[in-house]
């Protein structure tokens, strides 16, 4: 059900009333019941099989029962009052009120004609002004909002308000700003929807198992087990699933398990490669882990926006575990980094969902962490920056496929704290395991780094105070330090009240103590900065969010401004903390995924700057081995806001936003 | 069939001359649904509504216009009811022709009342002393035993004796009687002039019991019907919605708001699902004045809702009446139901399921007897060596009927007619122009290389997809050599965009034209001028959103329908705007050409169906009966029918030739959005709201299938060129494919069958569906078989 009602009833509202509405939210949903033959309770009604009546009408009935309210008589009087009629009956108003709600509803019912005919979902005011013009009254000219606009709320004196904000707009603002681009103009795009049968895997065509479905398989295998049912399997699907609750849908479906065909339990999945794919496989896994970067950016290019690679995720995965265990032993850096920005690739894949591979693929990145030596000479190449990299990775497998049942994150916390923990691990493993603690959040590094702080201090004190044991070492405690450092200050600036005293500091963490606090200083500062920062930043970027909702094409656009305007900011913290006081319970959903959007994107963008212009290394491919690097670094910087709002893979917007760019979007 | 004859002579000499043909003015039948549509006139033209008020010329105008009318209806009023319903003849007849002199006199009509008359050899006792029977019908609601036998004693026959019965199915009077389909409406009311229809509707209503009471009436007839046996408990479960309603109205009329509102409560819930829209409008129907212009009501009120319910429930439920004295559901009963009985077992839920849910219940059996010609015109020979084309038309043909497969199809081609074609010259078609002959040889050529589609070979699909279409996509149409697309859009505009390397061009202007040396072999290349091509064109005329358009055969003209109430015509070699047909004072929601050209059919919000010439500014023939808009308008191959799908959720067959409904398919639980005719003409495919596609068998005049998959309004349907697929295109962003062959398999066409349309319907979509194909967030507005059996769908991107 797309109708949003405040979609219409603006343009329905605004002329005769001028001053805000005091209808309440229930009764203005309801003055306007429309039915939407697509919308889904309506589908499982259409279907009466015997044994669903009831449950239909029942829902029905619930339906029903909201469509006969009315506008409340308040409103009728305060429109009277705006329109200068001070003193109005209540039995006035009462009539009024009947009246008013029954055309209301009558032109709405009529507007629907429209937009069943204008094959749309959505109700538009364009419907409204057609539907009064049947009934032979003069349309509402001059209110065409495409998009939604929501309803701001108000309360107080005992009344409660939802009104429709209208800005004032300057003219002159309006002269003075160039003009939009125009419009592209209608064109048409043929492409084969399917060829003697079988859908081709092509970026017009959706990926062949959604997303959803892929998670369905997954994680709750019985449910899915059914794909012969699929085809009505979603009409009852959803019509259980949007208005019962989910024991009625289990009930139902107990019945095709038992009388029905068990052969249908298992879900069919064929692990037969085309031709094509198979050439296409061997294409981008030789282009991934090949010498040339170019090659390499367009395979993980089309490893990261490509639909239909579900059926080559088992070959992928393996291709990966294989390929890190082989690399490790070898201790090829380049080969190591080239498999991580893989599986970076298909995780960014909007269309796949990794859950079923995960269990190969944890492994991997693991290792890829906390391996003792990544490199041939751990002394001089950069293997630190994989470190990083394959930590975020995990951070983010975390994020999006930790559940109750499988507990990865407490499993991969475990891992990293023991051997942290150990006293004999070498620096390169407790490198590993503190940046992947870290990356995990700042939960985890106020509740299992924190505290180690002063322990740690003393480790890296007397390795690099003590007697130069070994060169190894020495970098090792180093790095480690910096890392400790980066991570914790600024959740100690967050955690601490401001006076920042050097001796606090030592007294708490030990040796750490007093760089920990100038690091926490600075993190201040750099806070306090960004705050001043903020609000322009955010500004800029709901813009340009807003912007790309019109305008499809909007990943590229989004990411740019995030990076270019705030290149380096480190007090990740502050800027979290007031980026969401400033704007105050506005839109939910809206501006806060874009603050999170920043906070995320920032990090790596410092940290590939420092990563590769600090250690040069010479790798076995001597022509590219900068490049892997710098390629790690730079895509962990670029891409990591395209998914790293937490709940984006999921979200329609990401996913919203990638077909677009990917798919029927011409070529201007 | 000598009757026939003489119609087609009569008819073929209307369609010819340029003298407008229009010989009903049913629009007064539609007025009167339309109500606020401001047409309480009865006055001269009152009947004529927009076709007689557009044609007549000034105020004596009027006078010759109903005479016309009368002279023509009075033959072919006579002339087709008993050719359809011989039984029912006389009485049936008679009550129509003195509705229309009821309303001859009083529109002061006096001539032409007394041609009629004399026609009609009737006595002006008569009509006086039998006054309207509609009154008689009310009138008498109080004796209800004596009603009670009365109406056994009436039911079994066809026609029952109420006129506004056989108005509903109207059709059989339309085209005859000036006042047919007015006739619910106008025969209770002739007395009252000056009132508008609706008080006159709304006065049946004035007789009321105690308002408390109606609860305790509904839950007893309910207690009684859920305590019935199992098999009558189905059947008699129909009668909860029409009752339930009609209650319902009668309680706000009589302004008895509050118990109205609970009543609503307490039983809505009890109701069908799929009559949810109608409740939806019914429950913010709360007072008396709204029910003014309320145009549901008003089909409530001036139709009568059809059950079919066997005899022995039937006596059942008279019984338990006739016990309880419930006199009040008993008139509700008697004068806005009609219950068609029928002899033999109940029917099963699973079958009344299927045939319910329209806005008037379900089909009056009879109204589905008449003879329709189903099959295909014979094709003109043209010499081309190989023509296997017809053959495998006609193989189609012969298959279900086993008897006379292969030796019937190569014989016909040339000599014999198929036996459920109409006569070649039913219709007055176009002549074949040259250029028409060499289109038809090269789809025949095309034909040679068709696929061959069944389950095993799919066919492709190629999607057009209409990006940047903002403004919104509304229609979309394709040649049938597939060279060319329109679509129609919200902004009012029209495109044409040429989908071959061809582009498109148009005529040179008049003073190069005519330095053109026309007799050179290459005149029609010369006359095009190259400056102007380019793959799209726009044309711009339109007032409002383009819901229709339509591809001339010979890919000349372009017909679009639009919001602003005009059909225009356009012309493709000079992309410009040729007539602007007016007549649908409302949107018009969809227009078709005929497959032989020259013909079109348009539908619109103002529920009715017009059939136009191309050269005729106004229709030739109105199609009115639907209870609300006609949505979708398609022409049957041989160009004898039109089908019309509307959102009182049935589908119509009307006659061109004499405008009669021929067909009423009920079934569809939502507004029906699309239409198709098999390539063979024999059977229709019906796609609605309610995401089912439903197929009908039009010579028996039975749903024969019914495919469930899609999940939202099918918007789009067509058979492959040899109707071996069916493909749906839906809102919910796919297009499937089904496999008619075996849909149309073994149908039950038996005789008891089609006697009393009682259908077992196989539940088996799942078999059917041979495949399902996913858009990215468009829908398929679009479908097309090219002649080579690809599929081409088309639809606007719409981003989410």
Redesign the interface.
């Known amino acids: 059900m797309d109708i949003r009602h405040s979609e219409f009833l603006p343009s329905l509202h605004c002329p005769p009333f001028v001053g805000p509405l005091p209808v309440s939210h229930v009764s203005f949903s309801s003055a306007c ?1 429309i ?1 939407l ?2 919308s ?1 309770s ?2 499982r ?4 099989s ?1 044994e669903e009546k009831r449950d ?3 829902a ?2 619930k ?3 909201l ?2 309210t009315v506008l409340p008589s308040e409103s009728m009087k305060v429109v009277a009052e705006s329109m200068g009629i001070a003193q109005i009956q209540e039995e006035t108003c009462q009539l009024l009120t ?2 008013v ?2 055309r209301i ?2 032109i709405a ?1 009529d507007a629907l ?2 937009m ?6 959505k109700l538009t005011t ?1 419907d409204i002004d ?1 539907a009064l013009k ?3 009254v003069e349309p509402l000219y001059g209110f065409h909002a ?1 998009e939604f606009i929501p309803f701001r709320f108000a309360s107080g004196g005992g009344r409660e308000l939802y009104f429709y904000e209208e800005k004032e707009v300057d003219l002159s603002d309006i002269i003075n700003t160039p003009l939009p681009r125009v ?15 079988c ?1 081709p895997a092509i970026p ?3 990926p062949p198992a959604p997303k959803e479905q892929q998670k369905a398989e997954a994680t709750e295998p019985l449910k899915s087990a059914k794909p ?2 699929e ?2 399997g ?2 009852k699907g ?1 019509g259980q699933g949007a208005t019962t609750a989910d024991g009625k849908g289990k009930e139902k479906k107990a019945p095709p398990l038992l009388d029905g065909a068990p052969l249908r339990l298992k879900p069919r999945s064929i692990h037969e490669l085309s031709v094509e794919q198979q050439l296409y496989y061997k294409e981008i896994t030789e282009a991934c882990v090949g010498s040339c970067e170019a090659k390499r950016a367009e395979a993980l290019q089309s490893i990261a926006t490509d639909p239909g690679l579900y059926q080559m995720l088992p070959r992928f995965s393996t291709f990966i575990s294989e390929g890190v265990r082989v690399n490790v032993v070898q201790n090829n850096l380049a080969l190591l980094i080239y498999l991580m920005r893989m599986v970076k690739a298909l995780m960014d894949n909007p269309t796949l969902y990794l859950e079923k591979y995960v269990h190969e693929l944890i492994p991997a990145v693991m290792t890829c962490i906390v391996s003792r030596q990544l490199c041939l000479r751990p002394d001089v190449d950069n293997h630190w920056a994989l470190r990083d990299f394959a930590a975020r990775l995990v951070a983010q497998i975390c994020k999006h496929f930790s559940t109750t049942t499988n507990n990865i994150q407490s499993r991969i916390t475990k891992t990293f704290t023991k051997s942290w923990v150990d006293e004999k691990t070498p620096w390169t493993t407790r490198y590993g395991s503190i940046a992947g603690l870290a990356e995990l959040g700042h939960d985890v590094i106020k509740t299992l780094i924190l505290p180690r702080l002063q322990q740690e201090g003393e480790r890296i004190r007397s390795v690099l105070d003590g007697p130069v044991l070994s060169n190894i070492d020495r970098i090792g405690a180093d790095h480690v330090q910096s890392l400790l450092l980066k991570h914790c200050a600024p959740v100690l600036a967050k955690l601490r009240p401001p006076p920042d005293n050097q001796d606090a500091y030592r007294a708490e963490f030990g040796s750490l103590g007093p760089l920990l606090c100038s690091h926490v200083v600075k993190a201040r500062a750099q806070a306090a900065l960004q705050a001043q920062q903020v609000n322009r930043t955010t500004l800029t970027i709901t813009q340009v969010l807003s912007l790309s909702t019109s305008a ?1 094409g909007s990943g590229s656009t989004t990411t740019s401004p995030v990076t270019t305007t705030v290149p380096s900011v480190q007090p990740i913290v502050k800027l979290v903390s007031t980026a969401t006081t400033a704007p105050p319970s506005t839109a939910p959903s809206g501006p806060g995924s874009v603050q999170k959007y920043i906070v995320v994107s920032l990090p790596p963008t410092g940290e590939g700057k420092g990563g590769p212009t600090s250690h040069p290394s010479p790798v076995p491919p001597p022509a590219s081995s900068p490049s892997p690097l710098s390629g790690s670094a730079l895509c962990g910087g670029k891409q990591e806001p395209g998914d790293s709002p937490p709940p984006a893979p999921g979200t ?1 917007k990401t996913n ?1 936003s990638q ?2 760019s990917g ?4 070529a201007p | 069939m000598a009757a026939l004859a003489e119609e087609q002579t009569e008819v073929a000499v209307k369609l010819e001359p340029e003298g407008p043909p229009t010989l009903l003015p049913p629009q007064a039948g539609d007025g009167a649904g339309e109500g606020s549509g401001g047409t309480t006139n009865n006055g001269p033209n009152g009947g004529g509504g927009n076709v007689a008020a557009s044609s007549s010329t000034g105020g004596d105008g009027g006078t010759p216009k109903p005479t016309v009318a009368v002279s023509a209806a009075a033959p072919a009023g006579a002339a087709p009811v008993p050719a359809a319903a011989p039984d029912a003849g006389a009485p049936h007849d008679r009550q129509t022709l003195l509705a229309v002199l009821q309303f001859l006199r009083q529109s002061n009509l006096r001539e032409a009342e007394e041609a009629l008359r004399r026609e009609a050899r009737l006595l002006e006792e008569a009509v006086a002393g039998s006054g309207a029977p509609g009154e008689v019908d009310s009138a008498g609601a109080e004796v209800t035993s004596a009603l009670l036998s009365r109406v056994t004693a009436s039911a079994p026959g066809p026609a029952a004796p109420d006129p506004p019965g056989t108005g509903a199915s109207g059709a059989t009077v339309v085209s005859g009687s000036a006042s047919g389909p007015a006739a619910p409406g106008k025969v209770g009311s002739v007395a009252v002039e000056d009132q508008p229809d609706v008080s006159a509707v709304l006065s049946a209503y004035n007789q009321q019991g105690d308002p408390t009471m109606y609860e305790e009436y509904y839950s007893g007839l309910k207690h009684f019907i859920e305590c019935s046996l199992d098999c009558h408990r189905a059947e008699l479960s129909q009668l909860f919605y029409p009752l339930f309603v009609h209650m319902y109205l009668e309680l706000v009329y009589n302004q008895h708001e509050n118990e109205a509102k609970s009543f609503f409560e307490k039983f809505h819930g009890d109701q069908e699902c799929y009559y949810q829209d109608d409740l939806r409008v019914l429950s913010s129907l709360t007072k008396k004045e709204h029910m003014k212009g309320n145009e549901t009501m008003l089909d409530f009120r001036t139709s009568k809702f059809v059950l079919r319910i066997s005899r022995d429930s039937y006596q059942l439920l008279k019984r338990h009446l006739q016990e309880k004295q419930n006199n009040q559901i008993w008139n509700i009963v008697q004068e806005h139901l009609y219950i068609d009985i029928f002899d033999g077992m109940p029917r099963s839920k699973q079958q009344i399921d299927a045939m319910v849910g329209s806005l008037a219940g379900e089909a009056k059996r009879e109204a589905n007897k008449s003879k329709v010609f189903f099959g295909l015109l014979k094709e003109p020979e043209i010499e081309v060596p190989l023509d296997d084309e017809d053959e495998e038309g006609e193989n189609e043909e012969g298959k279900p009927k086993k008897k006379k497969p292969k030796k019937d199809s190569i014989g016909s081609k040339s000599k014999k007619q198929d036996p459920n074609a109409p006569p070649q010259n039913r219709i007055p078609l176009p002549e074949l122009k040259d250029s028409d002959k060499l289109d038809k040889i090269m789809n025949m050529k095309e034909t040679t290389k068709r696929v061959r589609l069944g389950p095993d070979c799919l066919p492709s699909i190629c999607f057009y997809t209409f990006l940047n279409a903002y403004q919104g996509l509304t229609a979309v149409d394709v040649t049938d050599d597939s060279s060319l697309i329109a679509g129609g859009f919200a902004d009012s505009t029209v495109r044409v965009w040429s989908v071959t390397p061809k582009k498109l061009r148009s005529v040179k202007q008049a003073s190069d034209l005519s330095l053109i040396d026309k007799e050179s072999d290459d005149v029609l290349e010369r006359i095009m001028d190259e400056k102007t091509a380019s793959e799209l064109k726009i044309l711009y005329g339109h007032s409002g959103p383009v819901y229709g358009a339509s591809f001339s055969p010979d890919r000349n003209y372009l017909l679009s329908s639009s919001e602003d109430g005009t059909v225009r015509l356009w012309s493709l070699q000079t992309f410009t705007c040729l007539v602007g047909y007016k007549g649908h004072n409302y949107p018009v929601w969809d227009t078709q050409f005929s497959p032989y050209g020259y013909y079109f059919v348009s539908g619109g919000h103002d529920r009715v169906a017009r059939l136009w010439a191309t050269d005729h500014y106004q229709p030739l023939r109105i199609f009115a009966g639907h209870l609300a808009d006609v949505n979708c308008t398609r022409f049957h191959p041989n160009s004898n029918y039109v089908a019309t799908g509307s959102a009182d959720r049935t589908v119509r067959l009307w006659d061109v030739l004499n405008g009669n409904c021929v067909r009423i398919f009920t079934g569809h639980k939502g507004p029906i959005h699309s239409l198709t005719f098999s390539p063979n003409g024999r059977f229709l495919a019906t796609g609605a709201t309610d995401g089912r596609v439903l197929l009908w068998d039009i010579g028996h005049g039975l749903m024969v299938g019914e495919l469930k998959g899609h999940t939202d309004t099918v918007c789009s349907l067509r058979f492959s060129r040899d109707g071996e697929i069916l493909a749906s295109g839906s809102m919910d962003n796919t297009v499937r494919l089904w496999d008619a062959i075996k849909a149309f398999e073994d149908l039950e066409t038996d005789d008891f069958t089609t006697a009393t349309g009682h259908i077992n319907l196989p539940e088996n979509s799942q078999e059917l569906l041979l495949g399902t194909y996913m858009t990215k967030s468009t829908p398929v507005v679009h479908l097309h078989f090219t002649r080579r059996n690809l599929v081409l769908a088309a639809g606007a991107y719409s981003p989410q």
Request: charge should be positive.
């Open positions: 019941p039915p033959p697509g889904p309506l589908h009604g259409l279907h009466p015997r239909s009408r029942m029905e009935e339906k029903l029962k469509s006969n009947d009246e709600s029954y509803k009558e019912q004609k429209f069943h005919m204008g094959k749309r979902q364009s057609y049947l009934k032979n495409q419009p592209l103009d209608v064109c048409l795009k043929a492409h084969w929807l399917s060829i003697e049968g859908q017009e065509n959706p012969g049912q085809e009505d979603p009409l959803k499809p329609p919203g077909p677009n798919s029927p979007q011409p």
